[in-house]
């Protein structure tokens, strides 16, 4: 995975075909741990709050796989393309076998995970599984970035839960903390159930619910969690 964490300014849009795709890259493993007095968000859902004019991250929600020191790494959750899963596994050449018990891959967005490397897949699953390039988030969920776990979902063997996206959200070191003092960002615990099972639509609503929080209730100047 690269070491690029700044995000940029004017990424690829959500929907642009990606002729080439490369799910070779390896999570970071230079990454420190983050020592007990640093703000570590890692496991947590970034919201944003009206005050993000960014047209990359307006109205999004962002699940954080890694924090710490050397910046923060995540994933939008809630901003589809306009590629299916099984579109993304044909043009990598992957045929996708009949499983019973397969998710509707066919109708399955894949989704933009955000400006950094886009041309980059990278694989939100649950559970953990046994593949060549994993970064674990937690004792359940993992994010990957090679090929073999669309291989195994290709033959119906994947993870159980799953979310797949071009690009990544990136921060360099006290990037996202000077991002979240500015109330560009709430912040809660994630729930696994907003982020594998819930409708796209309501994703952005669901995690502001997990603070009690009314959309209705937010505004440019408010403050964050």
Known sequence: MSKQRKSSKSPSEPGSPWESLDFSATPD?????????????????????????????????????????????????????????????????????????????????????????????????????????TMPVTADIALTTSKDILEAVALGAGPQKMLVSLGCSGWGAGQLEDEITRNGWLTVRADPNIMFDLPLEQRFVAALKLLGIDPMMLSGEAGHA
């Open 29 to 133: 493993e230079s990454s420190k741990t983050a020592s007990p007095n640093e703000l570590n968000l890692a496991d947590h859902f970034l919201i944003a709050m009206p005050s993000m004019l960014d047209p990359v991250f307006g109205g999004t929600v962002v699940y954080l796989c890694e924090h710490n020191a050397n910046g923060a790494l995540g994933v939008i959750i809630n901003k589809p393309t306009d590629m299916t899963v099984s579109v993304l596994l044909s043009r990598i050449d992957l045929k996708l076998e009949i499983a019973p018990d397969l998710p509707p891959l066919e109708k399955t967005p894949v989704m933009y995970g955000g400006p950094v490397q886009a041309d980059r897949g990278f694989v939100l699953h649950a559970p953990k599984g046994n593949f060549s390039s």
